[in-house]
């Protein structure tokens, strides 16, 4: 019901634009977040829009990415600037919160979310 497109290879330093479409559903404003999960490691939250339509993000990307969205369009994006090697991983997009979050870090919890795309990949 979510498919995320816009991965790729880039050089350190590079750019990519993570694009997800929803199909079948309809994004809230809220409740919307980004997510990558590197070979080995745990998927770990990197960008998110909470309940009050402010933008949560991860330290490790915080000044380099940034998250929007068009709710017309049922899209929501990831803008990653900066790459680096570190930054590889699969990128998924999430949707529709199961619960009531507050802290940034309920936004970062995968099982919080209902709808997942299948993922794009991203090598920095």
């Known amino acids: 019901q979510l498919v995320e497109s816009g991965g790729g290879s880039v050089q350190a330093g590079g750019s990519l634009r993570l694009s997800c479409v929803a199909n079948?559903?309809?994004?809230?404003?809220?409740?919307l977040a980004w997510f990558r999960q590197a070979p080995g490691k745990e998927r770990e939250g990197v960008a998110a829009?909470?309940?009050?339509?402010?933008?949560r993000y991860a330290d490790s990307v915080k000044g380099r990415f940034t998250i929007s969205k068009d709710i017309a369009r049922d899209t929501l994006y990831l803008q990653l600037n900066s790459l680096k090697p570190e930054d590889t991983a699969m990128y998924y997009c999430?949707?529709?919160?199961?619960?009531?979050?507050?802290?940034?870090?309920?936004?970062?919890?995968?099982?919080?979310?209902?709808?997942w795309g299948q993922g794009t990949q991203v090598t920095g």
């Open positions: 999430a949707s529709e919160l199961r619960t009531y979050c507050s802290a940034s870090s309920c936004y970062f919890i995968p099982s919080n979310y209902r709808y």
């Open positions: 829009f909470g309940i009050d339509d402010s933008t």
């Open positions: 079948g559903i309809h994004f809230r404003s809220y409740g």
